[in-house]
C-alpha cells in the first residue's frame, strides 16, 4: 500500500503530516528523506533515481530502493540498518540513541579507487555513486547550495570590487542540480549572470523554481540582455543553451571579459557527467552509450580547452576560480599543462570559515507545511539579532526561494551557533509551535567533514590535503554522539579517487533523547572543522578552540 502511494515509480514522494507510517520518528524521518530526495521537484532524474551531480544516486536500483522502505517501515530503535552503496544489507543490534541508518557509499580501496574500476562495479549492479548528499538522503534541492554560493560570490565581491558586484559580469556553465543555484546567487549578490548549459531542459527546470530569469539558444540575443542590464546596473541573470567552452570563445571573441568566471557543469565524471565541445546532446549521450572509452578522450580534450579558454579571459582580468567540480585535474589530463594557474574556491573563499567551525546547516520539516520553515526562520532571527548577516539571509531566503519537495532551509552557522539552533528546533517541536518534528543535516562539504585535495582541503597550511583521518574521525564522532543517520562516502565532488567524505542527519522530534543526542552531534560536528584546522596551524581556529572551551 505505502509503496503504490508514495514510490511508485518514477513519481516518489514523501508523506506529509503527522501520522506516522513507521514505528517511530527516527525510522519516519529517513523515510520520507529519501522520498524527499526522490521527489520530482527535487532530484534531477527520478526515473534512474539520480538525485544531482552527475549520476548521484539516492538507492542503487528499484528493488533496493523498495526493501529500504520495506525495512524502514518495520525498524525498531533497538536496531539499525546497513545500507552499502545504495543497497540494504544487513540489520544490526543497537540501542535507542544509536544512528537508525548507517551508509556507506562508492568507497574503493584507494588502489582501486579510479572511475574505470568503479564504472565496471557499477555496471554489474554492484555500486552506485552516492554524490554528497544523493546517497545519504538529505538534498534539498537547489537551495542546498544556494547560500554557500552566494557567501562565495560576495566573498569574492568583498576581496576583488570593494564589495559591490552591482554592474559586474559572472559567467559561468552547468545549471543542473547544484550548478543551478549560481544564478539567484549571483542576483542576490547585486550582479549581472551569464551561463551554458547544454541542456534546455536543465535551464528550464531553473525557469520553473525562479532560480533564473531568462532563457535563450541566441548566443546574440544573450549577450544583448547582459550588456544591457550591465548598462542600467541592474541584477539579471541568463542562460544560454550551448556548450560552455563554445560559449567562452564567443566571449573572448568579442572581447566580453567577465568580472568573475568559474563553472559547474559536472567536469568530475568524465564519462557520465561532461558534454564534449562538437557534439549535439543526442550524439554525445549516444556516444556515451557505444563507445565510452572514445567518449572520454572527447571529455578530457574538451575539458582541456574549456579551461583553456578560462586561462585566456583570465590573463585579461576576469577573476576565475573552480568551483568545486575537478575540471583544473581532467583539464591537465586532457592536455591543458597549465590547468592549475588558477585557484580552487575554498581557499580563496570559504577556508577562513571553516577555521571557525561554520558550513551549510540544513534543515527540512517533515511535516511537509512551509509554515513551520517560516516559524524556524523567525526563531533564529530572534536568538541571534547580532548577526546581521545571517538575518539578512534568511529574510531574503523567505522571499526569494521556493521550496522543493520537503520545505527546508539552509544557513551557514558555526561552532556552538549549530547547538543552539537544534535545541530551540527540538524545543518548538515540543512545544507544537511547529506541526511536526525537523531534521537537521548539512553537506559534506563542511569544515571537518572532507578530504578533498582538489577542492575543500586544497593548499592546507601543513599540506595535509589528502590525510582523510578527518572525515573518518567526523563519521565516528557523529555515530557515537547519536545522530540519526549518518553515511562515508568515497568521490563526491571531484570524482573516483580525489575525495573522502562523511555525513550526519539529526532528527529533532521534541524528545529529551533527541535534545541529548543533538547536544552531542551539533557540537562534535563542528568541533571537527576546529580540530581539523587548528591541527593543521590555523590561529583562527586556535582562538576559536579557547572561546568555546574545546579540547585539542
Ligand atoms: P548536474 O549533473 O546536476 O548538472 C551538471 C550540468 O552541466 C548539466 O545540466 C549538464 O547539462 C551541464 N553540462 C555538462 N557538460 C557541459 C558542457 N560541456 N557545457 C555546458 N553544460 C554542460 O550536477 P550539479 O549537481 O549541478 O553539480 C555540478 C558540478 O559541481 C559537479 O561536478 C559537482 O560535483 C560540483 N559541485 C560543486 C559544489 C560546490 O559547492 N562548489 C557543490 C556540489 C557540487
Given at each position: 500500500e505505502f509503496i503504490k502511494k508514495y514510490a511508485n515509480h518514477p513519481h516518489y514522494f514523501a508523506p506529509v503530516g503527522n501520522e506516522l507510517h513507521a514505528k517511530s520518528w527516527q525510522t519516519e524521518a529517513p523515510l520520507r528523506m529519501l522520498l524527499n530526495n526522490l521527489n520530482a521537484e527535487v532530484a534531477e532524474n527520478p526515473d534512474e533515481l539520480v538525485v544531482y551531480g552527475g549520476i548521484g544516486q539516492a538507492a542503487r536500483d528499484r528493488k533496493s530502493l523498495q526493501k529500504i522502505i520495506e525495512i524502514l517501515l518495520e525498524l525498531d530503535e533497538e536496531h539499525s540498518l546497513l545500507v552499502q552503496s545504495g543497497k540494504p544489507v544487513g540489520i544490526v543490534r543497537t540501542h535507542p540513541q544509536a544512528p537508525r541508518v548507517l551508509i556507506a557509499n562508492s568507497n574503493l580501496v584507494p588502489r582501486w579507487a579510479t572511475w574505470e574500476h568503479f564504472n565496471e562495479l557499477r555496471s554489474k549492479g554492484l555500486m552506485m555513486f552516492g554524490q554528497m548528499t544523493a546517497g545519504s538522503w538529505i538534498y534539498i534541492g537547489t537551495q542546498g547550495i544556494l547560500q554557500g554560493t552566494y557567501e562565495t560570490f560576495m566573498s569574492c565581491g568583498k576581496q576583488h570590487f570593494n564589495g559591490d558586484l552591482s554592474g559586474k559580469l559572472i559567467v559561468t556553465a552547468g545549471l543542473g542540480g547544484m550548478g543551478g543555484a549560481q544564478p539567484l546567487a549571483a542576483t542576490m549578490a547585486g550582479a549581472v549572470f551569464l551561463a551554458a548549459d547544454v541542456d534546455a531542459e536543465r535551464i528550464k527546470k531553473r525557469i520553473e523554481t525562479k532560480y533564473i530569469d531568462r532563457m535563450t539558444d541566441n548566443y546574440e540575443e544573450a549577450?544583448?540582455?547582459?550588456?544591457?542590464?550591465?548598462?542600467?546596473?541592474?541584477?539579471?541573470?541568463?542562460?544560454?543553451?550551448?556548450?560552455?567552452?563554445?560559449?567562452?570563445?564567443k566571449l573572448l571573441n568579442d572581447n566580453i571579459i567577465p568580472d568573475i568566471l568559474t563553472d559547474q557543469t559536472s567536469a568530475h565524471d568524465p564519462i557520465n557527467g561532461y558534454i564534449p565541445n562538437g557534439f549535439s546532446l543526442e550524439e554525445a549521450l549516444?556516444?556515451?552509450?557505444?563507445?565510452?572509452?572514445?567518449?572520454?578522450?572527447?571529455?578530457?580534450?574538451?575539458?582541456?580547452?574549456?579551461?583553456?579558454?578560462?586561462?585566456?579571459?583570465?590573463?585579461?582580468?576576469?577573476?576565475?576560480?573552480?568551483?568545486?567540480?575537478?575540471?583544473?585535474?581532467?583539464?591537465?589530463?586532457?592536455?591543458?599543462?597549465?590547468?592549475?594557474?588558477?585557484?580552487?574556491?575554498?581557499?580563496?573563499?570559504?577556508?577562513?570559515?571553516?577555521?571557525?567551525?561554520?558550513?551549510?546547516?540544513?534543515?527540512?520539516?517533515?511535516?511537509?507545511?512551509?509554515?513551520?520553515?517560516?516559524?524556524?526562520?523567525?526563531?533564529?532571527?530572534?536568538?541571534?539579532?547580532?548577526?546581521?548577516?545571517?538575518?539578512?539571509?534568511?529574510?531574503?531566503?523567505?522571499?526569494?526561494?521556493?521550496?522543493?519537495?520537503?520545505?527546508?532551509?539552509i544557513c551557514w552557522l558555526g561552532m556552538g551557533e549549530r547547538e543552539k539552533a537544534g535545541l530551540l528546533f527540538n524545543d518548538l517541536v515540543r512545544t507544537g509551535?511547529?506541526?511536526?518534528?525537523?531534521?537537521?543535516?548539512?553537506?559534506?562539504?563542511?569544515?571537518?567533514?572532507?578530504?578533498?585535495?582538489?577542492?575543500?582541503?586544497?593548499?592546507?597550511?601543513?599540506?595535509?590535503?589528502?590525510?582523510?583521518?578527518?572525515?573518518?574521525?567526523?563519521?565516528?564522532?557523529?555515530?557515537?554522539?547519536?545522530?540519526?543517520?549518518?553515511?562515508?562516502?568515497?568521490?563526491?565532488?571531484?570524482?573516483?579517487?580525489?575525495?573522502?567524505?562523511?555525513?550526519?542527519?539529526?532528527?529533532?522530534?521534541?524528545?529529551?533523547?533527541?535534545?541529548?543526542?543533538?547536544?552531542?552531534?551539533?557540537?562534535?560536528?563542528?568541533?571537527?572543522?576546529?580540530?581539523?584546522?587548528?591541527?593543521?596551524?590555523?590561529?583562527?581556529?586556535?582562538?576559536?578552540?579557547?572561546?568555546?572551551?574545546?579540547?585539542?
Open positions: 549577450k544583448r540582455w547582459v550588456k544591457e542590464a550591465l548598462q542600467k546596473r541592474e541584477t539579471l541573470s541568463v542562460g544560454l543553451v550551448s556548450n560552455a567552452g563554445d560559449m567562452l570563445e549516444k556516444l556515451r552509450k557505444e563507445d565510452p572509452e572514445l567518449y572520454k578522450e572527447k571529455s578530457l580534450k574538451s575539458m582541456a580547452r574549456h579551461v583553456s579558454l578560462m586561462l585566456q579571459l583570465k590573463k585579461k582580468g576576469a577573476i576565475t576560480f573552480d568551483y568545486g567540480n575537478n575540471i583544473r585535474e581532467f583539464a591537465k589530463q586532457g592536455g591543458e599543462l597549465n590547468a592549475f594557474d588558477f585557484p580552487g574556491f575554498t581557499p580563496e573563499y570559504i577556508r577562513p570559515l571553516f577555521c571557525e567551525g561554520k558550513g551549510p546547516f540544513r534543515w527540512v520539516a517533515l511535516s511537509g507545511d512551509p509554515q513551520d520553515i517560516y516559524t524556524t526562520d523567525e526563531a533564529l532571527i530572534k536568538a541571534f539579532p547580532e548577526n546581521t548577516h545571517l538575518v539578512n539571509w534568511l529574510k531574503m531566503a523567505k522571499e526569494k526561494i521556493a521550496f522543493q519537495g520537503l520545505p527546508a532551509r509551535k511547529v506541526k511536526g518534528p525537523i531534521v537537521i543535516g548539512r553537506d559534506h562539504l563542511d569544515c571537518g567533514s572532507v578530504a578533498s585535495p582538489n577542492r575543500e582541503t586544497e593548499s592546507m597550511k601543513d599540506g595535509s590535503d589528502a590525510v582523510s583521518d578527518w572525515p573518518l574521525l567526523n563519521l565516528m564522532s557523529n555515530t557515537a554522539g547519536g545522530a540519526t543517520w549518518v553515511s562515508f562516502h568515497h568521490g563526491g565532488g571531484v570524482g573516483m579517487g580525489y575525495s573522502q567524505h562523511a555525513g550526519m542527519v539529526v532528527l529533532a522530534d521534541g524528545t529529551d533523547r533527541a535534545a541529548e543526542c543533538l547536544k552531542r552531534v551539533l557540537f562534535n560536528d563542528p568541533a571537527m572543522g576546529i580540530f581539523r584546522h587548528a591541527d593543521a596551524g590555523y590561529e583562527k581556529a586556535e582562538e576559536v578552540a579557547e572561546q568555546f572551551g574545546i579540547k585539542i
